[in-house]
Antibody, heavy 122, light 109 residues
């Protein structure tokens, strides 16, 4: 069974840092590209960042570029999001999500974690 | 970057058919995927590609697309279908980003 379990969320002051983790199991983690997607309280979904299976390709949403860093450790089946210079508008539930790419065509995210809440407030 | 537009709220009588739409320029180039999200839960993929359902998704869910509009249709809506529904696709700006629609809250009456 595919499982994605996020951790590392919490309360942080504006300007502070936080590192999120996503532990993957039930599939060959090193074969899949992964993403972070966030959802502010009462709001919609927002794609945050993408990392390819080998970490060779990385993308960020404009809203987090220069402040957030995505990484992965395939030996540990883990995905990370280092968040620096946090702002109130970064307050959200952060989900890790697996890329769904059957036949080499991206078709969405087929598995999601349960999310971890990040609250940026003084 | 591209945008995807959804109606904020839609309602349907129990057992009737409802269509939820998603509009955006990126849909002329890429398929939309559809997600169902119930309160306090993670999104679940319900439709992907031209009109495909992941294992475990009831066949009352279907998808279609024409021009810049993708649609999710629920034929014979059930009480458990009450949820928020989101579409997403690749961004057509060529930056490999992903865009989500703003979501549609479906109420089953």
């Amino acid at each position: 069974e595919v499982q994605l379990v996020e951790s590392g969320g919490g309360l942080v002051q504006p300007g502070g840092s936080l590192r999120l983790s996503c532990a993957a199991s039930g599939f060959t983690f090193s074969s899949y590209s992964m993403n972070w997607v966030r959802q502010a309280p009462g709001k919609g979904l927002e794609w945050v960042s993408y990392i390819s299976s080998s970490s060779s390709t990385i993308y960020y949403a404009d809203s987090v570029k220069g402040r957030f860093t995505i990484s992965r450790d395939n030996a540990k089946n883990s995905l990370y999001l280092q968040m620096n210079s946090l702002r109130a508008e970064d307050t959200a539930v952060y989900y890790c999500a697996r890329d769904f790419v059957p036949a080499s065509e991206w078709l969405g995210y087929d598995y999601w974690g349960q999310g971890t809440l990040v609250t940026v407030s003084s | 970057s591209s945008e995807l537009t959804q109606d904020p709220a839609v309602s349907v009588a129990l057992g009737q058919t409802v269509r939820i739409t998603c509009q955006g320029d990126s849909l002329r180039s890429y398929y939309a995927s559809w997600y169902q999200q119930k309160p306090g839960q993670a999104p679940v993929l319900v439709i992907y590609g031209k009109n495909n359902r992941p294992s475990g998704i009831p066949d009352r869910f279907s998808g279609s697309s024409s021009g810049n509009t993708a649609s999710l249709t629920i034929t014979g809506a059930q009480a458990e279908d009450e949820a928020d529904y989101y579409c997403n696709s690749r961004d057509s700006s060529g930056n490999h980003h992903v865009v989500f629609g703003g979501g549609t809250k479906l109420t089953v009456l």
